[in-house]
């Protein structure tokens, strides 16, 4: 393969699924557009794909698990994974650019996050099950041993927000486990998914250990969702999204992981390093246009430094451009879509219905030339809102953050609490007693104190009330991603 073929979808070619080991198009014949959200214009088509290509890519999963595939050690697996990983590092800068192109994220932040973070995924699980033990638990009488078996095959549904990054978080673990894969990445982002599965190709590896489907959510997700020959779905995307795959899966008794939407908050308390507070601050805020779904979109500030912390917050957000993404100066892209944008505004309108002052943003920047009909909005804050309006409830998913002063860190707590989200949080304090202190209130996966999406692999990523259900990372991936079997022997 020349590196330029990771780039051929970019220039309207319909992209094939890929089962069984093969490119292949869907047997209905439809398709769907892929625009790059700079410039709405088509990048690619895609295969409209139904019921009959999940079929048939559950059974190349399945032929594979029956196979050679099947009966892979440890060994053989990650040195597959350490291959993927290679392969996709020595084409980085393709990668980067696919994915900026088809999610209108900055290239500069594909190339030092998104791809480099995709790398370590395959890397990171590759090493993990070529170095994993098992438990045993010895009684006087009998010696228990613990195997970790593969599933069966996976549904990995993946969102478009961080596309290759998400889904070699599922794909890695879910292969190193010794599972097939039938993946559905999102409509708007289908390109390195697509590329991901050139490398497959490539590499030789075994047909049908990785499968993939393009298609709509409700007719391609929802039909790998109900196959009964799917043993479990890894899925990252929407809470309502989240709670149809659920309704779906549980009946069947399907594994089922669910990494949904967040509301965070950012705790700033006067006693922060400020100047490190505020860069922080405003990474956390405004990263990949606040569309993580760990970007602090609700800043909590102690009221003591509220006037200064919000002049130096606007100061310091107002050097974030928005720009073409493909330019390597850029430091803020386009939203996914203009429907997406429309969204995004509509909520700044709300925010001002609801009694908000706009202090900066809160419009579409005017970008000229072919980035005119781009889906693109500038970062914007909002102050004087209730912390129990709609605007800093519901999640956005867009560049809007709201801010809200305190007193007391009990009334931070509350309403860092008061949403029903609970994936991800940051506190920013030199206080060592105080950051223990609201580190274990706040009602939430997972909480950076002083930084922000600082990510050890090991630890366990996820969230709490609606943010989901389940943890990935490190041990707990390789645990849901396989079934343990106790074998108790009789001395
Ligand atoms: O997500 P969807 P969307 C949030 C964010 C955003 C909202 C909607 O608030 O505005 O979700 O985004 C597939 N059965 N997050 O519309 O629809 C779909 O094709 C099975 C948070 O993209 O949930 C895609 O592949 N699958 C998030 C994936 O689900 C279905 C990141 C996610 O799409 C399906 C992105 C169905 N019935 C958005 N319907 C995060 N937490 O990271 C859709 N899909």
């Not at 992209?15 to 700079?38: C, I, K, R, S, Y």
Request: charged share 20%; net charge negative; proline share 5%.
């Amino acid at each position: 393969m020349s590196p330029l073929s990771l780039l051929k979808h970019a220039s309207g070619e319909c992209v094939p699924n890929f089962v069984g080991g093969e490119f292949v198009p869907a047997t209905g014949g439809e398709w769907l557009e892929d625009l790059d959200p700079a410039r709405d214009i088509e990048l690619a088509r895609i295969p409209r794909s139904n019921s009959s290509d999940v079929e048939a890519a559950v059974r190349a999963a399945e032929a594979a698990r029956r196979g050679s595939w099947g009966k892979s050690s440890n060994a053989e697996r990650a040195d597959l994974l350490d291959a993927v990983a290679g392969t996709i590092e020595s084409r980085l800068e393709e990668f980067a650019h696919l994915e900026s192109l088809d999610t209108g994220k900055p290239i500069s932040l594909a190339r030092s996050v998104d791809i480099p973070r995709a790398v370590a995924n395959f890397r990171f699980f590759a090493g993990a099950v070529r170095h994993q033990s098992t438990d045993c638990h010895s009684m006087q009488s009998a010696l228990n041993y613990t195997l970790r078996k593969p599933v069966g095959t996976f549904g990995l549904i993946t969102p478009w927000n961080l596309p290759l990054y998400l889904l070699s978080w599922k794909t890695a673990p879910a292969l190193a486990m010794g599972n097939c894969v039938v993946a559905k990445p999102s409509e708007l982002t289908p390109l390195t998914a697509s590329a991901l599965a050139e490398i497959f190709a490539e590499i030789d590896a075994p047909a049908g250990c990785f499968n993939l489907v393009h298609g709509l959510g409700a007719e391609v997700g929802q039909s790998i969702v109900e196959h009964p020959q799917i043993a479990g779905i890894s899925f990252t995307g929407g809470t309502s999204t989240g709670k149809q795959v659920a309704a779906t899966a549980a009946p069947m008794f399907k594994k089922l992981s669910l990494e949904l939407g967040g509301k965070n908050p950012t705790i700033v308390f006067a006693d922060c390093d400020f100047d490190e507070t505020i860069e922080g601050v405003t990474r956390a805020s405004f990263a990949n246009q606040g569309q993580v779904c760990l970007c602090g979109s609700r800043l909590l500030i102690e009221r003591s430094i509220y006037d200064r912390f919000v002049s130096a917050f606007v100061e310091r957000v107002g050097a974030l451009h928005p720009g073409d993404p493909q330019d390597d100066k850029t430091n803020f892209g386009a939203l996914i879509s203009t429907g997406h944008r429309d969204k995004v505004e509509g909520y700044a309108q709300l925010a001002i219905e609801e009694g908000g002052e706009v202090l900066l943003g809160g419009k579409r920047p005017e970008l000229t030339g072919d980035l005119a009909a781009g889906a693109f909005y500038s970062p914007t804050v909002i102050a004087g809102l209730s912390p129990d309006s709609r605007c800093a409830t519901e999640e956005i998913f867009g560049p809007i953050v709201t801010l809200h002063p305190f007193d007391t860190e009990a009334e931070a707590i509350e309403i860092a609490n008061g949403v029903r989200y609970g994936l991800a949080a940051s506190v920013w304090t030199k206080d060592l007693k105080r950051a223990h202190r609201v580190s274990s209130e706040v009602e939430s996966g997972m909480v950076w104190v002083n930084t922000w999406l600082l990510r050890d692999l090991r630890v366990p990523f996820g969230g709490m009330k609606d943010s989901g259900v389940g943890r990935e990372g490190g041990r707990h991936s390789l645990e849901f991603f396989s079934e343990s079997r106790n074998i108790c022997i009789q001395l």
